[in-house]
């Protein structure tokens, strides 16, 4: 990235330059600028300090003890200069730059590490911080600008944040091992009329999804627990505690084992929930970020390997 100095960070590098041993010619042609140009700068530096900070040792200028003292203030900050600059630089650059993603949890075992890694057989230098976001109702974290993207299964409310469908992703009914439906390739929800159900929290909108179901299968589902994550309704549903609906994608790893929950697929017409990518329409996001949601959106439609 090239970076325009102010005259102020000029003088106090060619200073540096200077107390370092080189000429003020040999600092003008390695900036390219005139002679007068540097011993110029270099003046007005002394006059803002009210002291001298260099004086004439025959052919060369040597520091004073006030220009000595300031060197050492003077490394120190324009190394920390450099740093910052090459940090910044770093960040703009679509290669090497950091992308701030959230995701939900039931995201993060297939999608989200899929569009990660065919991401970076493209851009190997990118860098990803990671965060996750709740499944339940609530603001968008790309809103407050400390993640650029976020990959979600809820539409946001607010006209501050986009988000773009990417794909559905098919409900299930989830059923302990041995259960009646456990051995069923599919089946309608309207099967699972009598049965206790473990259903997430009201705030959640798989939650308003499952009761709209259900609403269409013609039956209210009889609630007998409700829990806080889909981790967590999986595992009561394999205690036998009850049936669930959950989100699965062919291939997604799913908890395996003769004690585990099985996953028949529900053939109700509305029987999937959408997942997309949201960012701010406030915020333009940096070169990396930018390149990875182009890369996110070019994909949706194709099959996502877990």
């Not at 899929?114 to 709740?134: D, G, N």
């Not at 089946?187 to 939650?207: K, P, Q």
């Not at 390149?291 to 099959?303: Q, T």
Request: charged share 25%.
């Amino acid at each position: 990235m090239h970076y325009r100095h102010d005259m102020e960070t000029d003088a106090l590098r060619w200073f540096q330059q200077v107390v370092d041993g080189m000429t003020v010619t040999e600092v003008a042609q390695i900036h390219r600028v005139s002679q007068p140009g540097v011993s110029r700068a270099l003046a007005r530096l002394e006059g803002e300090l009210g002291t001298p900070l260099l004086q004439k040792s025959g052919r060369v200028l040597r520091p004073t003890y006030a220009g000595t003292v300031f060197k050492r203030h003077v490394d120190a900050m324009i190394h920390r200069l450099d740093d910052g600059l090459a940090a910044v630089n770093e960040l703009v650059d679509p290669r090497t730059g950091t992308v701030a993603v959230a995701f939900q949890l039931s995201l993060g075992t297939w999608l989200v590490p899929a569009m990660i890694e065919r991401f970076r057989t493209e851009y190997p230098e990118v860098r990803f911080r990671l965060e996750q976001s709740h499944d339940a109702l609530g603001s968008s974290l790309v809103a407050g600008g400390r993640i650029d993207l976020e990959f979600t299964s809820r539409r946001p409310r607010n006209p501050a944040v986009r988000w773009e469908r990417l794909l559905a992703q098919p409900l299930h009914l989830a059923v302990p091992p041995g259960h009646r439906l456990a051995d069923e390739a599919e089946v309608a929800l309207a099967d699972a009329t009598d049965e206790d159900f473990v259903m997430l929290g009201r705030s959640w909108e798989l939650r308003t999804l499952s009761d709209d179901l259900c609403a269409e299968a013609g039956f209210q589902p009889r609630v007998a627990f409700e829990v806080d994550d889909l981790p967590v309704v999986h595992g009561f549903v394999a205690a036998g505690l009850g049936v669930a609906i959950v989100p699965a994608t062919e291939g997604e790893p799913q908890p395996v084992g003769p004690d585990a929950a099985r996953l028949v697929r529900l053939t109700d017409p509305n029987a999937s929930r959408d997942v997309g990518i949201a960012w701010s329409r406030e915020r333009r996001l940096l070169p990396s970020a930018e390149l990875f949601r182009k890369h996110v959106l070019a994909a949706r439609g194709a099959r996502v390997d877990p």
